[in-house]
């Protein structure tokens, strides 16, 4: 995990607190402002829960502010960039590797809040009443002192925390999320397409090649990738190429060629074709702006 947890806490992160792929800690403006010192994306799951001032972040094309009792969630694979905070900004932060999400007991149960950023990218924040926001802070302050502790069963007991804090958080968002009864073998298939998404998008664009791994057919795959989210997988794949092409227009040397190869585009004019149909400019346009 300490790949990204440097763009939480700085360079000084802590020998304790980082345990069994997760790390919950609180936060203020001077330390959220240097997740924008490290270009990249998060590699896990993180949930923030601000309790007092404000912070603006640009996220997935939008810019969006984040009050007291509102609840952020980031999904891995998503470029982020803080923008501002108020002077008293205060919240706390939960993050946790994707693959100790992904194989949390609670996920398979939890399909719809785990992957809410994927299936709703245009609303990754969630107000909760205040009395829920509080037992979600109280939760995260349990989760850090068990974190900081000695206790000779920590990597169970964090464990066990999270995925009560991932229960509660559900029960948090009763309100919010439009719940439906999807069959085991439903939420199986979209976790394993999720779970190949960010290894293959690059060179694999097509629905026949994530079907072919899942051992079902295409039609079957866009059935049940449309049941659950509502979107398509050409949509899926088509976000994580949008979002690779704009993170190596803006952090890369490359040139436009050659991120359109690295994509496995077939030329530079298909490339562009595609980002400007799907950023509305061109890649030279985006770079230059």
Known sequence: MNEYLPIFVGDDLPEKGCDDGMYCLETDGAQILRTNLLHGFLSCFAFMVVDKGWMTIHYNGRELTIRP????????????TVLATSDDFHGYCLMADEHVTIEAPSVHDLVHL???PIVQLHEPKQTLASDAAQHLLLKMREIIGYLHSDHIYKGE???ML???FLLDLQNAQNSAIVHRQTPQRVEE????????????FARHHDIAFYADKLHISTVYLSRVVRQVTERTVVYYINQMLIM???FLLKTSKMSIAQIADHLHFADAPSFSKFFSRLNGMSPKEYRKG
Not at 69 to 80: A, E, F, H, Q, T
Not at 189 to 200: K, S, T, V, Y
């Open 244 to 246: 690779e092409a704009t």
């Open 162 to 164: 999270y995925s009560i």
């Open 69 to 80: 009792n509102d609840l952020y969630i980031y999904s891995p694979g998503l470029p982020v």
């Open 114 to 116: 785990a992957y809410l």
């Open 157 to 159: 007991v964090l464990r």
């Open 189 to 200: 298939i979209f976790i394993g397409f999720i779970r190949l998404l960010p290894n293959h």
